[in-house]
């Protein structure tokens, strides 16, 4: 039994060995130094042939720092007159009228945020579940194909997303699922009223199946990187294989649960088609998970080729604003907790 | 008392095995509704005209998607074309000479592009091309595509390219040949497959966007090849047709689903396929 359960770890530092390669930096090529008389002239050509490739590379490298920056700069551009004229008051607006030309984004970024909870609630236990039995209980072979089919998930186009929940998922939360919420639950405000169908449950649920491949990978390759050593310490005292993963695995890879989990979040919060397609896309602020709302993504998806006014395209440019902004840190603070596990 | 408690802690990881289980069972089930679904509502709108027509006015049967076929090709053509060059060198650059703060900082950018909500790209694309030029089009579309491209492609050349053992790039110099020189032939031509991998995993993402599209792009009723004007593509189809009232329009968008999941899993698979080969091969 022991065997059985060392033996994945020789593949596994294995695999860390051969990754473990990449960071042998390679022997800096030895250029033609100054501190030489005079280098000849084919000595010269090739320094400045070795220069002017680098240089070209850097120039193309120069232009995603490039890119980045033209951005923010357009999208700042684009929202400044919406910037202007309601200031803070636009995210704190709950009006959302295009005949009044008042523009508040309140109900969207409740929209963005609820859905985006629901996705959260459902998907990590469901992911951090499957990366856990991937990497702790499965054999190789399955390990292989499960994840494969879970990153299958990741490949389906989110407008295909959209359609499978119109015409699928709702007929049968309709049928099946509303009901039994309504009848359990129904004394809660959360599933307070009738189910239309498109409702920020339905977003929330599609939003949970597209975030479950990034949440899983993460964590998968976070479990793989704690060394096996902390989990045969909890074996060999005697603990199980639950206990190993409770008190060696999880306890080590907590900050890049958290990293992959914010990874998913970003992911969650700037999805638009699916989301456009099943939130029901009405700019209110209700408590309850049956009714339609609206998110920062999709209210751009569906007004901005028909708005007219300047401030109209303006204040929708400004919900992509607060998008770009929320997700620049939500990325930037992933970034920052998986790598500082896995390095 | 003992064995009380010996029974409550194997039973509880008995639990979790079978939660865990559970979940995976979950997800694989949940891949295989969507894909069962969609090849089992694709096939049978599916024919030869889907293909061959360009759509129909409402009411009238046949047309197919002829046209949204072709622009999502002309879309991803003008897309690589801006995307790929871009991607690769700077994949390259930071495999080769990316040590240092610069390039620690432009990996960090290139996961903030990564990572930026792919409508934005649409809106970026807007104020940069659309207004200046007038109107939705063709080309609009291709560059917000291009900048959801090249990530993936950075990304990607820059580990494939790191594989590249490092034993044959000093063979390679100590014969004397100059070090851009063993970049360009030898680093880059042993991660050949890697480096096209990289390219069709870019190319499967691109595929299967919309929201870049929609106010760029637009999407066209009509045969329309010429890149200045607007152009449709087959996810701004499924779109219109998904949200329409109409059976017809719903049969077509799911036969318009079955054609791009498939193009979209044929090139992730195959990508995958040649990842894993290759790392065997090195």
């Known amino acids: 039994m022991r065997v059985a359960l060392i033996h994945p770890l020789i593949k596994r530092t294995g695999e860390g060995d051969r990754n473990r390669l990449d960071s042998i930096t390679l022997t800096q090529i030895p250029q033609e130094k100054s501190e030489r008389a005079v280098p000849s002239l084919k000595q010269k050509s090739r320094f400045n042939a070795e220069r002017l490739f680098k240089g070209i590379l850097l120039l193309f490298s120069l232009l995603i720092l490039l890119i980045v920056l033209a951005i923010f700069f357009e999208l700042i551009r684009s929202s400044s007159l919406s910037l202007k004229t309601f200031g803070f008051s636009f995210v704190t607006g709950r009006v959302w009228d295009p005949v009044k030309e008042i523009y508040g984004a309140l109900p969207f970024i409740y929209g963005t945020v609820v859905s985006s909870l629901i996705a959260m609630a459902i998907s990590i236990p469901v992911s951090l579940g499957v990366a856990l039995f991937l990497t702790e209980w499965a054999p190789l072979w399955m390990r292989t194909i499960v994840s494969f089919l879970v990153e299958l998930l990741a490949a389906i186009p989110s407008v295909i997303y959209g359609l499978w929940g119109i015409f699928v998922m709702i007929p049968f939360l309709r049928t099946n699922v509303a009901p039994f919420l309504q009848e359990t639950f129904g004394f809660l405000p959360l599933f307070?009223?009738?189910?239309?169908?498109?409702?920020?449950?339905s977003a929330g649920l599609i939003l949970?199946?597209?975030?479950?491949?990034?949440?899983?990978?993460?964590?998968?390759?976070?479990?793989?990187?704690?060394?096996?050593e902390l989990r045969e310490a909890v074996l060999a005292l005697g603990g199980t294989r639950w206990e190993s993963i409770r008190l060696a695995v999880l306890k080590m890879s907590r900050s890049g649960i958290i990293g992959a989990v914010v990874l998913g979040l970003g992911r969650a919060l700037g999805e638009t088609m699916a989301v456009t397609m099943v939130i029901g896309n009405r700019p209110e602020i209700v408590a309850s998970l049956f009714s339609p709302g609206y998110s920062l993504a999709s209210v751009i998806a569906n007004e901005f080729s028909e708005a007219t006014t300047p401030l109209y395209l303006s204040a929708l440019a400004e919900c992509g604003l607060i998008l770009?902004?929320?997700t620049f840190v939500v990325n930037g603070l992933a970034r920052l907790l998986v790598r500082k596990k896995s390095a | 008392m003992k064995n009380f408690h010996y029974h409550r802690r194997k039973w509880t990881n008995r639990i979790f095995v079978f939660l865990c289980g559970g979940a995976c069972l979950v997800s694989v089930l949940v891949l295989g509704?969507?894909?069962g679904y969609v090849v089992y509502k694709g096939i049978s709108a599916i024919?030869?005209?889907?293909?061959?027509?360009?759509?129909?006015?409402?009411?009238?049967?046949?047309?197919?998607?002829a046209n949204a076929i072709i622009g999502t090709l002309i879309l991803i053509s003008i897309a690589s074309v801006i995307g790929i060059p871009i991607g690769i060198a700077t994949g390259l650059y930071l495999a080769e000479y990316g040590r240092g703060r610069f390039a620690d900082s432009i990996r960090y950018l290139t996961d903030v592009l990564n990572g930026l909500p792919s409508i934005v790209m649409g809106l970026f694309a807007y104020a940069l091309i659309v207004i200046p030029m007038g109107g939705f089009s063709g080309w609009s579309g291709g560059v917000a595509l291009s900048l959801l491209m090249i990530p993936v492609i950075v990304r990607t050349t820059e580990e494939v390219v790191k594989l590249v053992p490092n034993s044959i790039r000093e063979g390679a110099l100590a014969l004397g040949i100059p070090h851009w020189k063993v970049i360009l032939r030898i680093v880059v031509s042993t991660a050949k497959g890697g480096i096209v991998t990289a390219v069709m995993l870019a190319v499967a993402r691109i595929m299967g966007e919309t929201a870049p599209l929609l106010f760029t792009a637009f999407g066209n009723q009509?045969?329309?090849?010429?890149p200045s004007e607007p152009m449709a593509a087959m996810t701004l189809q499924i779109f219109t047709y998904a949200i329409s009232p109409y059976d017809d329009w719903h049969a077509k968008a799911w036969a318009g689903a079955l054609v791009l999941?498939?193009?979209?899993?044929?090139?992730n698979i195959t990508?995958?396929?040649?990842?894993?080969?290759?790392?065997?091969?090195?």
């Open chain 1, 324 to 326: 770009l902004a929320v």
């Open chain 2, 33 to 35: 509704l969507l894909l």
């Open chain 2, 261 to 267: 999941v498939m193009m979209s899993l044929l090139f």
């Open chain 2, 222 to 226: 009509f045969w329309q090849t010429n």
């Open chain 1, 208 to 228: 949970s199946i597209m975030v479950l491949p990034t949440i899983t990978a993460v964590s998968r390759e976070v479990f793989l990187a704690v060394p096996q």
């Open chain 2, 47 to 65: 024919d030869w005209a889907f293909f061959t027509q360009p759509p129909t006015p409402v009411g009238e049967p046949g047309g197919g998607m």
């Open chain 2, 271 to 282: 990508a995958r396929f040649f990842t894993m080969r290759g790392l065997k091969k090195m």
């Open chain 1, 192 to 201: 307070d009223g009738p189910f239309y169908g498109v409702s920020l449950l």
